[in-house]
């Protein structure tokens, strides 16, 4: 409407001249055309005052659009930052676990390392080291033993002594073994295994169990002199034991 205004005035400014030259004076003309001038110059003013208007709305609508890319960018950003989270509590569960399983496998493998390294033993007064296949056959043969397969007992002695004959076990192995054979009857073995144990281990703490054992032996080998003599050397050299008692009980039913 402006514009159609503008122009209007533009063509009464052209046409009064000619049409009302007779009508106004020179003086009053020129004020007209000035004031119509004034008019059009105002109204272009105000046309042209609309373009920053413009320029406001067009940078408005472009920072809406800007604001509008911000806020999707940063709902993207705060999606793949939880997505992120999520993953980084995944790997941290992941990686407590693979810890846990990890130390089981470590304890798993210290204690097979263990079972392969010798270990100490305490028997019968005195300690030592054992390889862990001689702890097995020693606990293997004792087991026999105490279940009366005395057979398969002395076999596991036997075998025994051929395999660790330095073995700390090797003494008790020897005593057990005169027991197991007097067990089976097979006395005049058990005469032999005692007395080889009891040449070696006057001190030990059965050798005087050991000595009543291979005076039994006799007795059932109808040997009373033999007998005799060893329930005396009981009786003398190991006085206050229960095993001394014993022999002299046994040596007063001996004619």
Not at 184 to 194: C, G, I, N, P, S
Request: charged residues 30%; hydrophobic residues 45%.
């Amino acid at each position: 409407m402006q514009l159609r205004a503008a122009f209007l005035a533009l063509a009464l400014a052209g046409a009064l001249p000619a049409a009302q030259a007779a009508l106004f004076s020179d003086d009053e003309a020129r004020k007209a055309i000035l004031d119509l001038r004034a008019k059009v110059s105002a109204l272009e003013s105000a046309q042209q005052g609309l373009a920053p208007k413009q320029d406001l709305q067009d940078e408005l609508t472009a920072l809406r659009r800007s604001l509008l890319e911000l806020a999707n960018q940063n709902e993207a950003l705060r999606a793949e930052m939880a997505r992120l989270r999520g993953a980084n509590e995944q790997m941290t569960r992941d990686l407590a676990e693979t810890q846990r399983r990890m130390a089981d496998q470590l304890q798993a493998f210290d204690s097979r390392l263990k079972m392969l390294e010798p270990q100490k033993i305490a028997l019968d007064g005195k300690e030592f080291k054992v390889e862990p296949e001689e702890q097995r056959q020693y606990e293997a043969a004792m087991g026999l033993l105490r279940r009366g397969d005395f057979a398969e007992a002395a076999s596991a002695y036997e075998s025994f002594l051929k395999r660790f004959s330095a073995s700390g076990y090797a003494d008790a192995v020897r005593f057990w073994l005169g027991n197991a054979q007097y067990g089976q009857r097979a006395y005049r073995e058990a005469v032999l295994t005692f007395r080889a144990f009891l040449k070696d281990n006057a001190q030990h703490p059965r050798a005087a169990e050991a000595l009543l054992a291979l005076a039994n032996c006799q007795i059932e080998l109808k040997d009373a002199r033999g007998a005799k003599k060893s329930l005396d050397d009981l009786v003398k050299a190991y006085p206050g034991t229960e095993a001394a008692q014993a022999a002299k009980e046994r040596r007063a039913t001996l004619k």
